[in-house]
């Protein structure tokens, strides 16, 4: 039997040249290119001085008291997870619409997912179906920003108040966000990001953990590198050499380069942002009119980060659609199959189709287009073409 057919979107005759309109990209300049090289020309090529800046800098961006840059937005999921000392036996309930690290994590420390639905048209986390998830084993929720709008955490934060529960937010999506004028980074106990290439900012491989206690913070820090505490005292009195290791950590540290990019990128985001919410703007009024394609509904507290440009169409034209798109060359995506139908969630926790159903009825329907602020007028035009032209 012949393979399928998989349109590469990639050229590799020339590797990191895209054949594809991608629905996420990095924009990365000479002044990004220059932060890297002037890197690795000086001494410290990881966990120097840069690490500190770019955190900093973040600090500031976000209004957040304390940050920790690890190396990648897993990592930093999975050092919330320890920090809000997630154990065997324990669940946390997290949106089963989302990538599968919010998931995992949980899973790393030996918790159980527990998996909560999502408003059909915003996609974020149901606050009702996650007070329903509640159990004497429920000790922490994973709030995630699905495509770059903040969930309601007026109401996420009431309900962990109430049950005694630590709020994390997944912010992988949603840099650069508010509501209620409050910036993503102190809206939740904890708060997470990713610099993966097709997030708001890049450094390759990265992320980072806000929060605004500064015994949190130190935890994560030790967790970061080995669960070393770098105790000052014990070495004046024990030698130079010593270091003790208090709990177990791991390597998730990140390297000064990364971190450089990080900053020359972050210089960047407000003008990004700008353009991401204009090609929003753009989309919905071209959309308007086309009563097969629905974008998502937008929370009029919010100020939205649009990480993603998600529509919804009809459950019958979604999958002819997406393969019409590829085949022109316009790289949409899906974001995301429902975690709780992976087979490996299934086996393990025992969670089965019915479980979160609108989640799996808007699954369906949802596909992500062109969303990056590098996409050119011209492609814009062409995407929005293109699907008019297979609805009409
Ligand atoms: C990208 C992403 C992550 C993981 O980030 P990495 O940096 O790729 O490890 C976690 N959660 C969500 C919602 C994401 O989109």
Redesign the pocket.
Known sequence: MPKPQIKPTLNTDKPNVPIMIPYARQSIDESDIEAVVDTLRGALITTGPLVDRFENAIREFTGTKHAVAVA??????HAAMSAANIQPGDEVIVPTL??L??ANCVVYQGGTPVFADVDPDTLLVDPADVERKITSKTKAVIA?D?AGQPCDYKRLRDVAAQHGLVLVA?A??SLGADLDGGHVGTLANLT?L???P??HITTG???MVLCDDETTAQTIRRFRHHGIDADHHLRSEKGQWHYQMTELGYNYRVTDFQCALGLSQLKKLPNWLQRRREIAARYDEEFSNLPQVSPLKTNDRVNHAY?LYVVRVPAEDRKRLFSFLREKDVGVNV?YIPVHLQPFHQKRFGCSEGLCPNAERVYQTIISLPMFPGLRDDEFARVVALIKGFFT
């Open positions: 990648n937005g897993t990592a930093a999921l989302t990538f690290a919010s995630v699905y997944d992988a999506h997470t990713s610099f993966h097709v997030k491989e990265g992320g990480h974001h």
